[in-house]
């Protein structure tokens, strides 16, 4: 078998066929491309028996929630994935209930997962809640630039609760007002793995920013702001 560690697009799409299961993939990256769902679910279709794909990488490659829906079909039984990036695309709450069940009904051993400037609100962070809580090898959740609020931020609140893997989430420049600020900073006092939470720029928090800012520090590295 060729072992391929990194393809951009023009190398990947002649080779990304259903028998490429017979090629060890171990990292895709499609970022920047503008693909669409189209390519992109050729790629799943490619992908879905290879499993060795540790890394997948859409980041800005113009998917919606059917490109991502289709990918996360293929993903699923992918025991190596580590890494998930789909960042900066316009997938919303549909899109990434596929991608939680796929992730969440398999053996991958998810560590990153990458989901910044969609168009995710707070049903996503439902869905999550829902990774996070069966996928115990998971430690970065990025979720900044979408429309999360409160609800949303409740919702992952109540996941990373009792959590022992995460210890960095991103809620960045989302919608998350004085509320789910508390929620998140009441987890804070049950949770100790989790070691930075960011919170900036959030439209509903009084000038951009974590209303009642607290901050705890352990070890000199938890960060909340």
């Known amino acids: 078998?060729?072992?391929?560690?990194?393809?951009?697009?023009?190398?990947?799409?002649?080779?990304?066929?259903?028998?490429?299961e017979k090629l060890q993939i171990k990292e895709l990256d499609f970022s920047g491309n503008q693909i669409g769902n189209a390519a992109a679910s050729a790629i799943a279709k490619g992908i879905q028996g290879n499993n060795s794909l540790r890394e997948l990488r859409l980041n800005n490659a113009g998917l919606s929630d059917d490109g991502c829906s289709d990918l996360a079909q293929a993903l699923a039984g992918h025991a190596a994935l580590e890494g998930v990036d789909l960042s900066h695309n316009d997938i919303?709450?549909?899109?990434?209930?596929?991608l939680v069940t796929a992730l969440s009904s398999s053996a991958a051993q998810l560590k990153a997962l990458q989901l910044s400037s969609n168009k995710l609100g707070d049903a996503a962070c439902s869905h999550l809640g829902d990774l996070i809580r069966s996928n115990p090898t998971i430690t970065a959740v990025h979720l900044d630039g979408n429309r999360i609020g409160d609800?949303?931020?409740?919702?992952?609140?109540?996941?990373?609760q009792d959590n022992s893997s995460v210890v960095e989430v991103n809620l960045s420049n989302n919608l998350v007002g004085p509320a789910g600020a508390a929620a998140l900073h009441k987890m804070l006092e049950a949770n100790v793995v989790l070691r930075t939470l960011k919170l900036g720029g959030n439209a509903g928090l009084e000038g951009g920013a974590d209303?009642?800012?607290?901050?705890?520090?352990?070890?000199?590295?938890r960060r909340v702001g």
């Open 211 to 221: 209303a009642g800012k607290r901050q705890r520090d352990r070890s000199e590295e």
């Open 1 to 20: 078998t060729t072992e391929i560690y990194t393809l951009s697009l023009h190398d990947a799409l002649p080779i990304l066929t259903p028998s490429s």
């Open 151 to 160: 609800s949303g931020a409740v919702a992952l609140a109540e996941a990373l």
């Open 92 to 98: 919303g709450d549909s899109g990434v209930l596929s």
